[in-house]
């Protein structure tokens, strides 16, 4: 079973240009996920879509980043403009819906982001 | 509010046994994880325990949880080299929300 593919796997812009990093989650798992982890830091959680609706994303800053998943199964997120501080890499995770009970979320590679 | 804390680093020899200690705030967390991230890779998960259990053992990884306490640690038995990473403690509800929040994460060295 093939697993989170993410990419490109490494990007270097500068301040103020616009990214955009691509997730295919694992076959048939309706839940995506996007995580941003800063050097020495936890995962912290941008968004998560359960299909192609938004499931929690009180923690994205809305002015510069946004996220689709138009057909439930890609997701693409974005930045614009990007600052110094969204260096870090994002990850994309899913799982298999399970309608409340535990559920393994499978993480790709991330995408490591510098912004200089 | 949610905070999970996990000390920054752990230094074994190969063979001893490692703990790896978190502690968390949310005394509503149904589902605590453990993941493990290798340099320029991503998190695979290790293991889990429901909220309800006390220990759970799988392999050479042994859980510990203390809800009183808000304590949950990772025994690695026989650790190898192979083993040094980093580790990272989860809590999430379960559920359709199913967020993660994740520690910090503990730089394990495991030394010849």
């Known amino acids: 079973e093939a697993g989170v593919a993410q990419s490109p796997r490494y990007k270097i812009i500068e301040k103020r240009q616009s990214v955009a990093f691509w997730c295919n989650p694992i076959?048939?798992?309706?839940?995506l996920y996007w995580y941003q982890q800063i050097l020495g830091q936890g995962p912290k959680l941008l968004i998560q879509?359960?299909?192609?609706?938004?499931?929690?994303d009180s923690q994205l800053p809305k002015d510069r980043f946004s996220a689709e998943r138009l057909k439930g199964v890609d997701s693409t997120l974005k930045i614009q403009p990007a600052k110094l501080e969204d260096s870090a890499v994002y990850l994309c995770?899913?799982?298999?819906?399970?309608?409340?009970?535990?559920?393994?979320?499978?993480f790709g590679p991330g995408t490591r982001l510098l912004v200089l | 509010g949610e905070d999970v804390e996990q000390s920054l680093f752990l230094s074994v020899r190969e063979g001893d046994s490692s703990v790896i200690n978190c502690t968390y705030t949310?005394?509503?967390?149904?589902?605590l994880y453990w993941y493990k991230q290798e340099p320029g890779a991503g998190l695979q998960l290790l293991t889990y325990?429901?909220?309800?259990?006390d220990m759970k053992q799988d392999q050479r990884l042994t859980v510990l949880l203390n809800k009183k306490d808000k304590h949950l640690s990772l025994r690695i038995a026989d650790t190898q080299t192979g083993d040094s990473a980093i580790y990272f403690c989860?809590?999430?509800?379960?559920?359709?929300?199913?967020?993660?929040?994740f520690g910090t994460g503990t730089q394990l060295k495991v030394e010849l």
């Open positions: 325990i429901f909220s309800n259990m």
């Open positions: 995770a899913s799982s298999l819906y399970r309608g409340g009970f535990q559920e393994t979320q499978y």
């Open positions: 879509f359960q299909n192609n609706g938004v499931v929690d």
């Open positions: 076959s048939g798992h309706a839940t």
């Open positions: 989860a809590e999430s509800m379960g559920g359709g929300g199913n967020k993660l929040t």
């Open positions: 949310d005394s509503s967390s149904t589902y």
